[in-house]
């Protein structure tokens, strides 16, 4: 009896045991569940123009600008993705809080700052060229270091320091080269300003987000920053 007794006794135990690791496995799937849900996150980096930041709409389908923006270089966490009728991709950041994610990079990878690009070859010395001209006037239709409007500056240095022939007028400029994102821009790239197909304005851009320009009669050939009440509508890559 008492040999009995202790083998059910055994028998109980290992039960038991089974019992308490089958817990124990089940308990263990869980927290590589919710590991999983938390790594499908996706995190981005405002990829914008340093000092200034991105409109958030309320909705990615003609929506109204909340009155908010997103800084350069914040990080956000994309519970969302849509394409709009446009074909434009939009990030959803919360209720009624979407930007658009070509303003974005992965918040895992590194980017490149217009700092560290380094103007090479033909485009050191457009730059150089360029800034030679700094101080001298605006004038209608100038195409010379005596006085030049803002296509006439383009198309005097990238000629003189480059050989490049580009058109007279902002018109003609903007169909030369190949357009490239705001958001990749290199020293030597053109920044034009109104409509994509006419645009009214031409500068050089320098990097770190500055350009070149003749700006206007009274302030003649400058240096100025990319800002956000001036904002170009197109870039172009001619190098």
């Known amino acids: 009896m008492i040999l009995k007794i202790k083998s059910n006794l055994v028998k109980a135990t290992a039960a038991a045991a089974l019992t308490v690791a089958g817990f124990a496995t089940v308990n263990a799937v869980n927290p590589s569940s919710s590991a999983h849900v938390q790594a499908a ?39 969302d993705t849509k394409i709009d009728d ?51 006037a605006y004038v209608w239709g100038g195409t010379t270091p005596s006085g030049f409007d803002c296509s006439g500056l383009v198309q005097y240095v990238f000629k003189n320091a480059a050989g490049i022939n580009l058109g007279r007028t902002t018109y003609d400029q903007v169909k030369d080269g190949v357009s490239v994102s705001m958001n990749n821009l290199q020293p030597g790239d ?31 050939v400058i240096v100025q920053s990319i800002s956000s009440y001036f904002y170009p509508s197109v870039a172009k890559r001619v190098l």
């Open 41 to 79: 996150t996706t995190r981005v980096k405002i990829n914008y123009v340093p000092g200034y930041g991105i409109n958030v709409w309320d909705n990615y389908n003609h929506g109204h600008f909340t009155g908010n923006r997103l800084q350069h270089g914040s990080v956000q966490t994309v519970l």
């Open 86 to 136: 446009q074909g434009r991709t939009w990030y959803m950041l919360g209720e009624n809080q979407w930007i658009l994610a070509q303003y974005t990079v992965s918040a895992d990878k590194k980017v490149k700052s217009s700092k560290s690009v380094q103007a090479a070859g033909d485009a050191s010395s457009i730059l150089a060229l360029a800034k030679a001209q700094l101080g001298k």
């Open 190 to 220: 053109l920044l034009f300003w109104g409509s994509a197909a006419a645009p009214y304005h031409v500068g050089i851009y320098l990097g770190n987000g500055k350009y070149i320009h003749a700006a206007t009669p009274g302030q003649g």
